[in-house]
């Protein structure tokens, strides 16, 4: 698969979408969140947004205008909720770009909290959380439920 054929390709189940994701992240550089979006028919939409410098604890409560006072996490699931609308996607794809190995350590492991975090928010908030996965220095791998749990 190449960078130029993947717009053209339904990623209908989660290996063809952890390659997809190999294929144009690569290897971690540095902390970040990456956000992808999967259009109606299963492709990988537009827009691809790298989020550098996301909050250490997603359960921090924040004071947002429009929202009032929310969970770091509460507010990023509906921020991306509105993108999703906004850009006529079907669902949504997380990507937790972290330089070290594909291990998910204990329960202070900032990959654990916000995956768990999102998980939560995305189902409480209605945005269809197609899959997250953990970018990390040897490639990528799919976070499951027990990864968070």
């Known amino acids: 698969m190449n960078p130029d054929a ?6 209908d189940d989660d290996d063809d979408l952890r390659d997809a994701v190999e294929l144009l992240l690569h290897r ?17 939409g537009e ?9 250490s604890d997603p359960l921090e409560v924040v004071p947002i205008d429009d929202l009032g006072d929310v969970a770091q996490a ?3 699931a ?12 079907a669902a949504v794809v997380l990507v937790w770009e972290r330089v070290g190995d594909a291990r998910v350590g204990g329960e202070e492991d900032d990959v654990r909290l916000w995956a768990r975090a999102m998980r939560r928010q995305a189902s409480s908030l209605g945005v ?3 899959a997250q996965f953990l970018l990390h220095a040897h490639g990528v791998r799919q976070l499951h439920a027990d990864d968070w749990a």
């Open 47 to 55: 827009p691809l947004m790298p989020m550098a410098d996301y909050p």
């Open 128 to 130: 269809p959380l197609r």
């Open 74 to 76: 509460q507010a990023l």
């Open 28 to 44: 971690a550089n540095q902390r970040q969140l990456w956000l992808l979006f999967i259009d109606g028919r299963g492709r990988l």
């Open 6 to 11: 993947l717009r053209d390709l339904a990623l």
């Open 78 to 89: 509906h921020r991306i909720g509105m993108l999703r609308e906004i850009t006529g996607n």
